[in-house]
């Protein structure tokens, strides 16, 4: 699903004096919405009633009533501003939505649909962000399939921020947002994923750098600290990109380290220590291994609690 462009351009000056918006001017509409900057739409009360769940129950208390033929219709003042009113309404009226490429922009529109229990809007919006460029964020997306619930989107943008460090300042403001489960299980997923790894690096076909180890052609004694080393290089690379991309190309062919572990030989027999190829290709089949994503979200409430039946 694509966003398109606004077919129509809005006279701002009109509509900073109260006027109402072009598309929600129409004088059949019997309820007009004023926003928190002062812009009026003009819709059908039966459009309300029909998209939300709020403006339903409000419809279903007593209304006002009035001989007057021509009274004017009753102005509800609301905490949206023009531009989040205009989005949702756009959407629950059947008019083509605005652009919603960025998540300042989505992100009120959520809340909005979410508070006047609008699921309409809130489905056009999870089917838009699993497309550039929204996609890019994967953090921002992640934050909000948690905080509404959508399994499968939170669970693919867990795989995406797999290339970012969680520990960098730049992500501290978006990672406050998040609830304590989710916050808790992506540290965890990035965090298994190296440990994991550092686990695995110390099992055959690797060699044991713990103690003392001889070579495997003349039986002396060697010292595997080029490995040992380079191990070390690999999990710090794999805490600030869980993702592990870029170990095997360009770390494992550039690093210093990797460098000096691939040429370190036994000082007695002048044999290489380390199978370059077979270490890359284990070494990269162990990522491939690796957890991607996230569990499974839990519930977002708790299961109903039935009544029980009364026995005969």
């Not at 867990?158 to 403001?173: D, K, V, W």
């Not at 994923?193 to 060699?207: K, M, N, T, W």
Request: charge should be negative; glycine fraction near 6%.
């Amino acid at each position: 699903m694509q966003a398109e462009q606004d077919d129509h351009k809005v006279d701002t000056l009109e509509l900073s004096n109260g006027g109402f918006h072009p598309l929600f001017a129409s004088t059949d509409g019997d309820i007009v919405l004023g926003s928190k900057d002062r812009v009026h739409f003009r819709v059908h009360s039966f459009t309300l009633k029909t998209t939300s769940g709020w403006f339903r129950a409000m419809y279903s208390l007593p209304q006002r009533t009035s001989t007057v033929v021509d009274l004017p219709p009753e102005t509800i003042y609301v905490d949206e501003d023009s531009t989040t009113l205009e989005g949702l309404l756009r959407m629950v009226c059947g008019l083509s939505i605005p652009r919603l490429d960025s998540y300042d922009i989505i992100e009120p529109i959520l809340h909005a649909a979410e508070k006047y229990d609008m699921p309409g809007p809130m489905s056009i919006v999870r089917a838009l962000v699993m497309t550039p460029p929204l996609l890019s964020d994967s953090l921002r997306l992640y934050a909000i399939a948690c905080r509404y619930g959508w399994q499968d989107e939170a669970m693919m943008a867990s795989r995406y921020t797999l290339t970012l460090n969680l520990h960098s300042p730049e992500h501290r403001g978006t990672l406050q947002k998040l609830g304590t489960d989710a916050l808790l299980n992506l540290f965890q997923l990035h965090h298994t994923r190296r440990e994991a790894l550092r686990r695995r690096l110390d099992d055959p076909p690797f060699v044991n750098d713990g103690g003392d180890t001889s070579c495997s052609n003349c039986g002396s004694l060697v010292d595997y600290h080029t490995w040992r080393e380079l191990k070390y290089v690999i999990i710090m690379e794999m805490d600030g990109r869980p993702l592990g991309d870029t170990v095997c190309t360009p770390g494992l062919l550039e690093w210093p380290a990797a460098r000096a572990c691939w040429s370190a030989k036994c000082i007695n027999c002048d044999r290489v220590l380390y199978d370059k190829t077979l270490t890359m290709r284990v070494i990269r089949e162990c990522i491939e291994q690796l957890p991607t994503t996230i569990d499974p979200l839990p519930p977002p409430y708790p299961p109903p609690i039935l009544p029980r039946t009364a026995p005969e």
